[in-house]
C-alpha cells in the first residue's frame, strides 16, 4: 500500500525586513548537507543557503540574526515535508511568500532539564521552489544548535487514496525506485492514531540503499529484522502471509509505500516479462 498524512498548523503573518549577509549554495550533485557555525569571524545577521535535492538537513551551530532555507523542488505540486530540532535555544520555522510574508510553520521549543530533544514535523502541499526562514531566540549560545531536515514527495496521496493498495505500475516503479524492497512477513503490529508500526522478519533483503536491517542468524538460519512505518489512518492487519515490502527512508524512518504478498508480486513480474513492460530487475 502507499501511504501519506498531511499535517497543517495554523500560522501567523510577519514581514520580512533583514539583509541577506552571506549565501552558501548546495550543488545537485551533492548529498545536501549542509552545517553553519556562526562564530566572530563571520559577519552577523541573515544567512541564506539553497538545496536542489529531493531530501537534506541544514545543521546551524551558535544560531544569531536568521537563516534563510530555499529549496528547489520539481515544478509540479509535491509534498515537503521537514522536521526541525533544536538544542540550547528556541526557534521559528516559516514559509516565505511571493510578497515577503512570513507565515509561521513550526515553533520549536528548547529542551528542558534534560530532555530529549523533541522534532517537530510538518508536511504541506508545496509546488516548485519553497523558501523558508528560521529564527533562533536572541539569547541563543555560541553552543547552541538547530537542525531543519526536508523530503520531498513528488507523487503524494492523501485521504482515502494513501491507503488503497499499489497499481500494478505503481509497484513496478516502486520495485525499482525505491530505497528498501524486502520479503518477508509481520511479526507484529502497534498502532496509535498517528502511526503503525510494523516489526518485521525478513527472509531475502533485495535492495536497501543503506543497512536499515538488523542482520540474525538463528540455528544456522540467517534473517533480517527491522521497523517499517505507516499512517496511523490506514488500518493494518496480521497475517502469515509473505510480502514484498517497498519503501522510503524519511527522516531515518523506513516508510511503507507498497506491500504486495509474494505471491501476487511473482505474478505480475511474470506477466510483465512477458509484456516487456518490466523497469528494472
Known sequence: MIWRKLLILNPLSGIILYLILNLSNCAKDSLCRHKIWDDSKEGKGVKKID???????????????????????????????????????????????????????????????????????????????????????????????????????QNPRYGEDACRPCTDEELLYNFCSSDFVAVGKVEDIKSTPAVNILQVSLDHVKKQSAKYFTKETVNLETRFTGKLYSPGQCSVGSSDLKFVFMG????????????????DYQELQKRSKLKGTTLCT
Not at 136 to 144: H, L, M, Q, R, T
Not at 249 to 260: D, I, S, Y
Open 248 to 263: 522510503k527512508v524519511k527522516f531515518n524512518r523506513l516508510e511503507l509505500k507498497c506491500a504486495p504478498t509474494y505471491e
Open 51 to 153: 538545496f536542489d535535492c529531493m531530501n537534506g538537513d541544514v545543521e546551524w551551530t551558535g544560531p544569531y540574526g536568521g537563516l534563510f532555507v530555499n529549496i528547489k523542488g520539481p515544478v509540479k505540486e509535491h509534498e515537503l515535508c521537514i522536521q526541525a530540532s533544536s538544542i540550547g535555544t528556541s526557534a521559528l520555522v516559516s514559509s516565505v511568500s511571493e510578497d515577503n510574508q512570513l507565515k509561521r510553520l513550526v515553533t520549536i521549543l528548547e529542551p528542558k532539564n534534560h530532555q530529549h530533544v523533541q522534532k517537530r514535523t510538518l508536511c504541506f502541499p508545496a509546488y516548485k521552489d519553497t523558501l523558508l526562514f528560521v529564527e533562533p531566540d536572541v539569547g541563543a549560545f555560541i553552543s547552541s544548535k538547530i537542525t531543519i531536515e526536508y523530503d520531498i514527495e
